[in-house]
Structure formats: structure tokens, C-alpha cells
């Protein structure tokens, strides 16, 4: 899956700025640093979505060892950077067969009763957040550490 690099930055009272260097004019803003995830893969989606419509190709996404070493992310003591995946539409759904722990799939059948989902839906649904979650974890920035010299 496709994934493009954004720069989150803290912006203090005004909440969190979120830019896509690869993408000139993919912006988002977010209160909390939790709902910067989401406002930047919407901001990605729309971004894209226009583009595909307007019949712009999308530049090639940068590593994010390049991102980092932009200027805009040396100026700021307070940017990290995300990997926001490009959502794939969605496909052809396709009947799959796997073996489950029978209780498990019993509380799954109870939890997808309760939210009005089948459990096709309710598995779906947890999948899908799980690994949004595990794409829109922001990058640590590495530390640099000074090293002392030891006296022999």
C-alpha cells in the first residue's frame, strides 16, 4: 500500500498543523495529536480524490529519512513525522474460510449483535481499525547523543 510522509507539528494553543511536503497544498489541522491521525488521512483522501478527478498524477511519496531532513523539519523542535496510508477503495468482497477459538467467535457473534453489524462486518470493522492504528503511528525522530570521550 501506498503511504505518504506527513509532518505533524505542534502549534501550541492553535492545536497541530499537519503537512505533506510530497503533496503541496495536502493541509490539516487537528486539536489533539490522537485526532491528527485521522484528519491526515482524510486530508490525503480529498487530496487524492481531487487529483484523480482533475487527472493530476501523484508524485512518487519520499522516504521519510528524506523527509526528516528537510528544512522545515530542522526548524522545528516540536514536528514528527507520520506515514499516512493511501486507502485503497474498497474491493470485490471474498468469501475466506479460517479456524477461530470457539469462544471467541462467540464473543465476536455478541459484540456484532450488539452493534448491529454481522460478524463478517464486525470482523471487518476490527481489521480495519487495527491497521489503521498500526500505519498512523508517528515516527520517533532519533535523538542525536553526545558522546564523551573516556579518559583510558
Given at each position: 500500500m501506498r503511504?505518504?510522509?506527513?509532518i505533524?507539528?505542534n502549534?501550541g494553543?492553535?492545536?497541530?498543523?499537519i503537512?505533506?511536503?510530497?503533496?503541496?497544498?495536502?493541509?490539516?489541522?487537528a486539536?489533539?495529536f490522537?485526532?491528527a491521525a485521522e484528519r491526515?488521512?482524510e486530508?490525503?483522501?480529498?487530496f487524492v480524490?481531487?487529483?484523480?478527478e482533475?487527472?493530476?498524477?501523484l508524485p512518487e511519496?519520499?522516504?521519510p529519512?528524506?523527509i526528516?531532513?528537510l528544512?522545515?523539519?530542522r526548524?522545528?523542535?516540536?514536528?514528527?513525522?507520520?506515514?499516512v496510508?493511501?486507502?485503497?477503495?474498497?474491493?470485490?468482497?471474498?468469501r475466506?474460510?479460517i479456524?477461530?477459538?470457539?469462544n471467541?467467535?462467540?464473543?465476536?457473534?455478541?459484540?456484532?449483535s450488539q452493534?448491529?453489524?454481522t460478524?463478517?462486518?464486525?470482523?471487518?470493522r476490527?481489521?480495519?481499525?487495527?491497521?489503521?492504528?498500526?500505519?498512523s503511528?508517528?515516527m520517533q525522530?532519533?535523538?542525536?547523543?553526545?558522546?564523551?570521550?573516556?579518559?583510558?
Amino acid at each position: 500500500m501506498r503511504s505518504y510522509v506527513a509532518i505533524v507539528d505542534n502549534e501550541g494553543e492553535a492545536g497541530f498543523g499537519i503537512v505533506f511536503p510530497d503533496l503541496p497544498g495536502c493541509v490539516a489541522e487537528a486539536a489533539t495529536f490522537d485526532e491528527a491521525a485521522e484528519r491526515a488521512r482524510e486530508a490525503l483522501a480529498l487530496f487524492v480524490a481531487e487529483a484523480a478527478e482533475l487527472g493530476y498524477p501523484l508524485p512518487e511519496p519520499r522516504r521519510p529519512d528524506a523527509i526528516r531532513s528537510l528544512p522545515e523539519m530542522r526548524k522545528s523542535r516540536g514536528a514528527a513525522l507520520m506515514v499516512v496510508p493511501l486507502s485503497a477503495p474498497a474491493g470485490e468482497r471474498e468469501r475466506v474460510n479460517i479456524m477461530i477459538d470457539k469462544n471467541l467467535l462467540a464473543e465476536i457473534d455478541r459484540a456484532a449483535s450488539q452493534n448491529g453489524l454481522t460478524r463478517s462486518g464486525f470482523l471487518e470493522r476490527a481489521a480495519t481499525t487495527r491497521l489503521r492504528a498500526e500505519s498512523s503511528r508517528p515516527m520517533q525522530t532519533p535523538r542525536r547523543r553526545s558522546l564523551r570521550r573516556v579518559k583510558s
